[in-house]
Nanobody, 126 residues
Framework: QVQLVESGGGLVQPGGSLRLSCAAS????????TGWFRQAPGKEREFVAA????????YYVDSVKGRFTISRDNAKNTVILQMNSLKPEDTAVYYC???????????????????WGQGTQVTVSS
């Protein structure tokens, strides 16, 4: 059974940083396109970042470019979202998602990802 578990969320002040981790069990996370989405109150779920199955390509929504970095740590079977210079508008529940099929190109819609974590709350507030 494939499981994805996010960790690292919490409360941070504007301008601060958080590091989110997505840990996979039951399957390697390498070999599968993996992404992060977020959903703020009253808003639709939004694509944030994704990384190709081999780590060679990354993708970001414009609003986080230059502030967020997605990466792989294959030794720990995790995908990381490093979030710097956080803003109040980054407040949301953040979800990790991974493709069901190996070696497939990244897509940035929620429907493209078959496995989802439970979400972790990120709150940016003074």
């Amino acid at each position: 059974q494939v499981q994805l578990v996010e960790s690292g969320g919490g409360l941070v002040q504007p301008g601060g940083s958080l590091r989110l981790s997505c840990a996979a069990s039951g399957r390697t996370i390498s070999g599968y396109a993996t992404g992060w989405f977020r959903q703020a109150p009253g808003k639709e779920r939004e694509f944030v970042a994704a990384i190709s199955w081999d780590g060679g390509s990354t993708y970001y929504v414009d609003s986080v470019k230059g502030r967020f970095t997605i990466s792989r740590d294959n030794a720990k079977n995790t995908v990381i979202l490093q979030m710097n210079s956080l803003k109040p508008e980054d407040t949301a529940v953040y979800y990790c998602a991974s493709d069901r099929q190996s070696y497939r190109a990244v897509r940035t819609t929620a429907a493209a990802f078959g496995y989802w974590g439970q979400g972790t709350q990120v709150t940016v507030s003074s």
